[in-house]
């Protein structure tokens, strides 16, 4: 154990966990390049990391610097008296929330709702209600966490890590 350690750097069960994901990984590759499609599907992925690398790390990078710059840095005047960071409280449902709208945009907007419609037999009017009351959902909970958190950090006297 200790030479694995030693020679890996973690523990054999964090070897194994990285084993198994580029097993997982490699046979997803397999899958695709054996299907018809495979070329267009390389060509989507690699569109995809284009698009992450060049619109969306600036913009939520961007986000992410407004946001704690409005919150204030830890041991900033803006963190004195504060036990407990809201950044996490205020970038995780964020995260979810543009994650589901990036899932179901569409039919959130309205774009395909003929073509829902004929698929499903369904209206696609439900889509922006339900992403809004996920979205509210996944903000009042984060808010409750959050006053959960400050509470017993009120009551303990101790500090929490500014950075959580």
Do not use: K
């Not at 704690?68 to 036990?83: D, H, I, M, T, Y």
Request: glycine residues 12%; contains cysteine.
């Amino acid at each position: 154990m200790r030479r694995l350690h030693a020679v890996y750097g973690s523990s054999p069960l964090h070897a194994l966990a990285v084993i198994a994901s580029f097993a997982v990984a490699g046979y997803g590759f397999l899958r695709i390049a054996e299907s018809p499609s495979a070329l267009g599907t390389f060509v989507w992925f690699a569109a995809a990391i284009v698009a992450h690398d060049l619109i969306a790390f600036p913009l939520y990078s961007t986000l992410n610097l407004i946001a704690f710059g409005s919150l204030g840095r830890p041991g900033g005047v803006a963190q004195e008296g504060r036990r407990v960071s809201a950044i996490n409280h205020l970038r995780v449902p964020a995260i979810l929330s543009a994650i589901a709208f990036l899932m179901f945009f569409p039919l959130i907007l309205g774009l395909d709702s003929t073509r829902y419609m004929e698929y499903t037999g369904q209206s696609a009017d439900i889509y922006l209600g339900r992403w809004l009351g996920l979205c509210g959902a996944l903000f009042l909970g984060s808010g409750l966490i959050y006053a959960i958190r400050l509470r017993r950090a009120g009551s303990s006297g101790e500090s929490e890590p500014t950075g959580s």
